[in-house]
C-alpha cells in the first residue's frame, strides 16, 4: 500500500500554490487596482470641484437666463466661459422694450444709460460684422420699435476680403454645455491672472458668501454689462489686472502686420455690398419711422496717427467719404481730439472709456436736431466729464469701496484727482 505524501496546511505546495502564493496575489491585485483607480478617483474629485465652482459662480448661467436674472437682481453679467452677447442683449432689449436702442461692436459698449432721459439699452457687443447688427437691428425692432437707433460702424465690417473674428458673438443659443476642456478653464484663468488664486479658492467653498454677479468676472473683478448694456471693466481699470495693449502696442502691432484677410488690413477699397447693405437697412428702419444715426467711434492718438500716416490706407478715407451718402445722421469722431479727450481717457488702442463716450453724447447733444440727442442729459453729462476728465470710468456709477482708477496703459496719465 503505498502512502500519500501530504504536506502539513501551513506548507505550501510549491507545484500547486497554496495560502502564501495567494496572499501574494491578492496583495498584487490590489496594488495594481489602487496604481489604477486612485488617480481616477483623485481626476473625478477635481473635476467635480472645479464644476461646483462654475456652478456657484454661474459659469453655467446661459446668456437668456442671465438677462433675465440681471432683471431681477440688478448686478453686473460678466461670463468667463461663454461670450454671447447677442442673446444676452437681445433678451435684455425683450425685457426693457426702450425707446433707444444703440447697436454696435463692443466700440460701442462705453455707453452710459444714467445719462439719458427716456429708456435706452446699449447693445455694443452684440454685432460682430455688419451682417450681425443687421441681424440683430430686425431682430429687435420686430419685438418692439424704438424712436431711434445709435448704429456704431467699425472700418473693418467693410473690409470684402476679412475672414477673421467673425462668428464670435452671433449665436442665439441658451445651453452652456460644459466640456472636459472647459471644466480647466478656472485653472486657466488663474493662470493668465484673470481672477486671483484666492477668488478661485473662495469660488470652491461652499462656507463663502460670494461677491455680487452673474459670472466669474462679474463676481471677482468687476467685470461685465450692467442692466443698461455698458461694460465695465472692473479691475482692468484699477490695476487689478495688467492691460495686455500698454502704450497701444499691441493695437498698433495688429494694424502693422495685418494679413490681406485680417480685419485690420486697410490697404483695400470698402466692399461696395457693405455699403449698399447699410444703406438698405437705413432705408428700412426711415420707412418705419425709426430715427436712424450713424456712429464712427474715435481711435486713440497713435492708432489714428499710425493711419493717417499710412501712404496705402484706401479703406478708412473712402469708407469715411462712403457713410456721407448712406442718407442718415452721421457723426464721424474719428478724431478723439475733437472732442476734447485724449488718451489718458481710453481702455486700449480702439475703445475709449466711458468719459470719451460722454463726450460724444454731449457732442450729439450740442447739435440738436434728434430725438436721440433730445434724450440725453445734458446738465448730468457736463457734470460727470468735468468731475471725470482725463479719466476711462466714471467714478459715481461705481461703488465707493472700488479702488481708484490707476495708469492702467502706462501712458504717465495723472489719475490721481
Known amino acids: 500500500m503505498t502512502q500519500e505524501n501530504v504536506l502539513p496546511d501551513h506548507v505550501s505546495d510549491p507545484v500547486r500554490g497554496g495560502p502564501r502564493t495567494a496572499s501574494v496575489g491578492r496583495r498584487?491585485?490590489?496594488?495594481?487596482?489602487?496604481?489604477?483607480?486612485?488617480?481616477?478617483?483623485?481626476?473625478?474629485?477635481?473635476?467635480?470641484?472645479?464644476?461646483?465652482?462654475?456652478?456657484?459662480?454661474?459659469?453655467?448661467?446661459?446668456?437668456?437666463?442671465?438677462?433675465?436674472?440681471?432683471?431681477?437682481?440688478?448686478?453686473?453679467?460678466?461670463?468667463?466661459?461663454?461670450?454671447?452677447?447677442y442673446a444676452y442683449k437681445?433678451?435684455?432689449?425683450?425685457?426693457?422694450?426702450?425707446?433707444?436702442?444703440?447697436?454696435?461692436?463692443?466700440?460701442?459698449m462705453p455707453f452710459a444709460g444714467e445719462v439719458f432721459s427716456g429708456s435706452v439699452l446699449n447693445a455694443g457687443g452684440a454685432a460682430n460684422t455688419l451682417d450681425q447688427a443687421v441681424a440683430f437691428t430686425r431682430a429687435a425692432i420686430a419685438i418692439h420699435k424704438p424712436k431711434?437707433?445709435?448704429l456704431g460702424l467699425?472700418?473693418?465690417?467693410?473690409?470684402?476680403?476679412?475672414?477673421?473674428?467673425?462668428?464670435?458673438?452671433?449665436?442665439?443659443?441658451?445651453?452652456?454645455?460644459?466640456?472636459?476642456?472647459?471644466?480647466?478653464?478656472?485653472?486657466?484663468?488663474?493662470?493668465?491672472?484673470?481672477?486671483?488664486?484666492?477668488?478661485?479658492?473662495?469660488?470652491?467653498?461652499?462656507?463663502?458668501?460670494?461677491?455680487q454677479g452673474i459670472g466669474a468676472f462679474a463676481k471677482f473683478g468687476g467685470r461685465g454689462w450692467d442692466v443698461y448694456g455698458r461694460?465695465?471693466?472692473?479691475?482692468?481699470?484699477?490695476?487689478?489686472?495688467?492691460?495686455?495693449?500698454r502704450q497701444f502696442k499691441r493695437t498698433l502691432k495688429r494694424l502693422q502686420s495685418a494679413r490681406k484677410s485680417s480685419k485690420m488690413n486697410v490697404h483695400v477699397a470698402p466692399s461696395a455690398q457693405g455699403l449698399q447693405q447699410l444703406r438698405d437697412l437705413v432705408r428700412e428702419l426711415e420707412t418705419q419711422s425709426i430715427e436712424v444715426i450713424l456712429l464712427v467711434p474715435p481711435l486713440a492718438g497713435p492708432v489714428q496717427a499710425a493711419m493717417d500716416q499710412d501712404a496705402e490706407n484706401r479703406l478708412v478715407p473712402l469708407w469715411r467719404d462712403a457713410l456721407g451718402s448712406i442718407g442718415a445722421r452721421l457723426f464721424d469722431f474719428s478724431d478723439a481730439g475733437a472732442l476734447g479727450s485724449s488718451d489718458c481717457e481710453f481702455v486700449?488702442?480702439?475703445?475709449?472709456?466711458?468719459?470719451?463716450?460722454?463726450?460724444?453724447?454731449?457732442a450729439i447733444g450740442n447739435f440738436g436736431g434728434t430725438k436721440f440727442g433730445q434724450a440725453i442729459d445734458r446738465d448730468m453729462v457736463t457734470g460727470l466729464i468735468a468731475s471725470n476728465a482725463g479719466h476711462a470710468r466714471l467714478r459715481e456709477l461705481r461703488p465707493g469701496d472700488v479702488p481708484p482708477e490707476v495708469d492702467f496703459l502706462d501712458l504717465g496719465c495723472d489719475k490721481s484727482s
Open 28 to 85: 498584487r491585485t490590489a496594488r495594481y487596482l489602487t496604481i489604477f483607480f486612485v488617480p481616477i478617483l483623485i481626476a473625478v474629485l477635481v473635476l467635480a470641484a472645479l464644476y461646483t465652482f462654475l456652478i456657484r459662480v454661474e459659469e453655467t448661467t446661459g446668456p437668456v437666463a442671465a438677462a433675465r436674472l440681471q432683471d431681477e437682481t440688478g448686478t453686473l453679467y460678466g461670463p468667463a466661459l461663454v461670450y454671447r452677447p
Open 90 to 108: 437681445l433678451e435684455r432689449y425683450r425685457l426693457k422694450t426702450p425707446d433707444f436702442l444703440l447697436v454696435g461692436s463692443s466700440r460701442v
Open 148 to 150: 431711434s437707433i445709435l
Open 154 to 211: 467699425d472700418f473693418w465690417w467693410f473690409n470684402p476680403n476679412r475672414d477673421d473674428e467673425i462668428d464670435a458673438t452671433g449665436t442665439l443659443s441658451d445651453e452652456v454645455e460644459v466640456s472636459l476642456t472647459q471644466l480647466m478653464t478656472p485653472v486657466q484663468w488663474v493662470a493668465d491672472d484673470a481672477i486671483h488664486l484666492s477668488s478661485f479658492l473662495e469660488g470652491l467653498s461652499p462656507f463663502h458668501a460670494l461677491p
Open 231 to 245: 461694460y465695465d471693466y472692473g479691475t482692468l481699470i484699477d490695476g487689478g489686472m495688467k492691460s495686455d495693449d
Open 348 to 362: 486700449d488702442g480702439f475703445h475709449g472709456g466711458e468719459v470719451t463716450y460722454l463726450r460724444i453724447l454731449d
